[in-house]
């Protein structure tokens, strides 16, 4: 009976290594729990957080190994999460979940030392693919390119991102209502 669960251990020892700590970070509380329950089952020692507030307090007092964190948190943002894992352990490898991806956030994420970047409604196949991928691993190329609306999209959140996330200054850089860039900034990406 034990010989399954020593193979499964075995297994887990020689992707994950001996230290399995996994920091999750996200306000769904639905998502979180499933994603959770997954990458436990898949070797993991798994801790949960939902804010960034929490984030950052259990990554103080146990810097994971391992963490996936989504980008937008109700109290802030999950990259402030990252930040404070990184300046406790270098080691860690951490992948950026969101719902609102952009160019911008990816590239400051991986700065921060993220080593993927998905999108919502991301898989635990695909956290766990990502959190394992050997050094020199590369993503595979997409098979479709970006649509009119996501580059648009995609240029928006440039530019907000280089106003510091002012929306005042970023409208009138696009030449733009602020409302309507308001309007754009709360909707999903396009696909």
Same mark, same amino acid.
């Given at each position: 009976?034990? @010989?399954?669960?020593?193979?499964?251990?075995?297994?887990?020892?020689? %992707? %994950?290594?001996?230290?399995?700590?996994?920091?999750?970070?996200?306000?769904?509380?639905?998502?979180?729990?499933? #994603?959770?329950?997954?990458?436990?089952?898949?070797?993991?020692?798994?801790?949960?957080?939902?804010?960034?507030?929490?984030? &950052?307090?259990?990554?103080?007092?146990?810097?994971?190994?391992?963490?996936?964190?989504?980008? /937008?948190?109700?109290?802030?943002?999950?990259?402030?999460? &990252?930040?404070?894992? /990184?300046?406790?352990?270098?080691?860690?490898? @951490? &992948?950026?979940?969101?719902?609102?991806?952009?160019?911008?956030?990816?590239?400051?994420?991986?700065?921060?030392?993220? #080593?993927?970047? #998905?999108?919502?409604?991301?898989?635990?196949?695909?956290?766990?693919?990502?959190?394992?991928? $050997?050094?020199?691993?590369?993503?595979?190329?997409?098979?479709?390119?970006?649509?009119?609306?996501?580059?648009?999209?995609?240029?928006?959140?440039?530019?907000?991102?280089?106003?510091? $996330?002012?929306?005042?200054? @970023?409208?009138?850089?696009?030449?733009?209502?602020?409302? @309507? #860039?308001?309007?754009?900034?709360?909707?999903?990406?396009?696909?």
């Amino acid at each position: 009976m034990d @010989t399954p669960m020593r193979a499964a251990d075995a297994a887990a020892e020689h %992707l %994950l290594g001996p230290d399995r700590s996994l920091l999750i970070v996200d306000d769904d509380g639905p998502f979180l729990r499933r #994603l959770a329950r997954a990458m436990e089952s898949r070797g993991f020692t798994v801790d949960v957080a939902e804010s960034v507030a929490e984030g &950052i307090a259990k990554s103080k007092a146990n810097p994971p190994k391992y963490a996936v964190v989504d980008l /937008r948190l109700g109290d802030g943002n999950g990259l402030d999460v &990252i930040e404070a894992i /990184r300046q406790l352990r270098q080691d860690t490898k @951490t &992948i950026v979940l969101t719902g609102y991806g952009n160019i911008a956030t990816a590239v400051t994420a991986v700065k921060l030392g993220a #080593l993927d970047y #998905l999108a919502k409604p991301a898989d635990a196949d695909d956290v766990f693919h990502a959190l394992t991928q $050997r050094p020199g691993e590369k993503a595979d190329v997409p098979e479709n390119p970006m649509s009119a609306d996501r580059v648009r999209w995609e240029h928006i959140q440039r530019v907000y991102e280089m106003c510091e $996330r002012n929306v005042s200054e @970023t409208a009138r850089r696009l030449n733009m209502h602020r409302r @309507t #860039l308001q309007r754009i900034l709360a909707k999903r990406a396009p696909k």
